[in-house]
């Protein structure tokens, strides 16, 4: 009988599991409540214990599986398979992730950045197509993504490769949290989008819903500014092109730098779909050149939150 992989997607409000076949298929899925008090110090223990039950619940043992692998925030150390400064699950010193979870399982245990894992579950079994050069982009409260080129998943000097929500597309532009100006992150994440248009309404005199929201001091959401947009709303619009624009520009360096089979958006934002794709698209073809127009596609990932369980999958499967 063929052995089988965990996966792991840890995140700040839930960690989601998922046992699946070496060519990907999702068996069994669960998930538990990410319990971030004391210092996040229960989230490991609670991991180890959640797999021990499901493998008992399910008549499984260790000697059935290849291996574990796990998606985490914050600055993650392959090597040495350790996690720290992930401040969603305020783990803010050095967390020996494989030493815990391979000691309470029996079972090798490989981690990689959340992001990064994402990139290759899309990549396997998304919208990549399995192709050997895939980029893919992550739209939600920030911008992250993640490099696979030659098959293989590009970590950088640092483990910093892959960070395109800190490409420049505005050099006089918003303030970053990481210190300097114009970074995508700061245009195309979900606030992000809400900014441009707080921004934009400062010199908008037509009529617009949207415009109006934001002079009566209501909340408006990325979400409320696409459906405005495709409502036909005028500012909405302008707001959406814009975003667009800067995303298109940073797809065009990436396509440019690495002319990958596809750059595949993914994230919360990504949820307005081929409204979104179609414009992000238009701007990409302005700003690449004649090679990497014809082989470079943008695409919308099609996994979900599954991306990420399947992606950590994946890095037991090597």
């Not at 797999?51 to 399910?58: C, G, Q, S, V």
């Not at 495709?230 to 797809?251: P, Q, S």
Request: proline share 3%; aromatic share 6%.
């Amino acid at each position: 009988m063929s052995k089988k992989l965990i996966g792991i997607d840890l995140g700040g409000t839930t960690a989601k599991f998922g046992i699946l076949t070496e060519e990907g298929e999702v068996q069994q899925q669960w998930a538990i409540q990410t319990n971030s008090l004391e210092d996040g110090k229960h989230i490991l223990p609670d991991i180890v214990e959640s797999i021990n039950h499901r493998l008992e619940l399910y008549g499984l043992t260790k000697d059935d599986f290849i291996g574990i692998g796990m998606g985490s925030p914050g600055t993650v150390d392959i090597k040495n398979g350790t996690v720290i400064g992930a401040y969603n699950l305020n783990w803010k010193t050095l967390q020996p992730a494989r030493e815990v979870i391979e000691g309470g399982t029996g079972i090798p245990f490989f981690i990689d950045n959340d992001a990064n894992v994402a990139a290759l579950g899309e990549r396997w079994k998304g919208a990549g197509e399995n192709d050997p050069n895939v980029v893919f982009i992550v739209l939600g409260t920030g911008v992250g993504g993640g490099i696979v080129m030659e098959g293989l998943l590009l970590h950088g000097a640092a483990g910093a490769a892959g960070e395109i929500g800190h490409i420049t597309v505005d050099p006089e532009g918003f303030e970053c949290t990481c210190g300097k100006r114009g970074c995508l992150e700061t245009v195309a994440s979900a606030t992000g989008v809400v900014r441009v248009a707080h921004q934009l309404a400062e010199s908008y005199v037509g009529d617009s819903p949207l415009v109006k929201s934001i002079n009566r001091g209501e909340a408006v959401s990325s979400k409320d500014v696409f459906v405005q947009a495709e409502a036909g709303d005028a500012f909405a619009n302008r707001v959406v092109d814009k975003v667009c624009m800067y995303l298109g520009l940073a797809c065009g360096n990436i396509g440019n730098t690495l002319n990958p089979s596809s750059i595949i958006i993914g994230g919360g934002v990504s949820a307005a779909g081929e409204f979104l794709r179609e414009k992000v698209e238009r701007y990409f073809l302005e700003y690449t050149f004649p090679t990497v127009q014809q082989t470079t596609k943008i695409k919308l990932a099609v996994l979900g939150n599954d991306a990420g369980i399947i992606g950590a999958a994946s890095l037991a499967n090597r």
